[in-house]
């Protein structure tokens, strides 16, 4: 009888759980793995100067690149971009530059250089890659690439979850009764 408690205690475990899974799923912080790679070169810069803007893997046409350190620009096609630093940007300060695909957004910061570092390539390159697309499984075949479980996915994964522990009650009462006889 205690085994069938605890197959009934973690039934309901995984039952609570899976709710919540496609929260825990959703990028909803600033989490630097996006689906597109992007960089910025150099990563440190002297004010004026004109930085090159990249992205690549975003399935959309267009990105949008943003900072408050230089004016919007869209990269095309996968095309390289440049943008032109304020005149009047602070040295040695860091600036967020945001690049946007189709809403998911990822964030990588731009140097100013001091008094010192103005006008030179520090050959930093600061570039993030894309994160990896796991548990696709079949859908990546099939050209669905939405991000997320879907209902399907979930009922068909609580399915197999209370299959699984449903064999093993039922296999623990037969050992249960064969032990008795």
């Known amino acids: 009888m205690r085994a069938i408690g605890a197959v009934s205690a973690a039934l309901l475990g995984a039952l609570a759980v899976l709710p919540v899974a496609p929260a825990a799923l959703a990028d909803g912080g600033d989490n630097p793995i996006t689906s597109f790679g992007f960089s910025v070169t150099p990563a440190t810069i002297a004010p004026g100067g004109t930085v090159t803007l990249t992205s690549d893997g975003c399935e959309v046409p267009s990105v949008t690149v943003t900072s408050g350190v230089f004016e919007t620009v869209t990269l095309n096609e996968g095309r390289p971009g440049t943008a032109t630093v304020d005149l009047d940007a602070k040295a040695g300060a860091q600036y967020a ?73 039922v296999l623990t009462r037969r050992r249960g009764i064969d032990d008795r006889s």
């Open 97 to 169: 530059i945001t690049f946007d695909c189709k809403g998911e957004r990822g964030t990588t910061h731009l140097t100013i250089a001091s008094g010192g570092d103005a006008g030179h390539d520090t050959g930093a390159r600061t570039e993030v890659h894309k994160g990896v697309k796991a548990g696709y499984g079949s859908a990546a075949a099939s050209g669905d690439h939405s991000d997320g479980l879907g209902a399907t996915q979930l009922v068909t994964g609580a399915l197999l979850i209370v299959g699984a522990l449903g064999a093993a009650v």
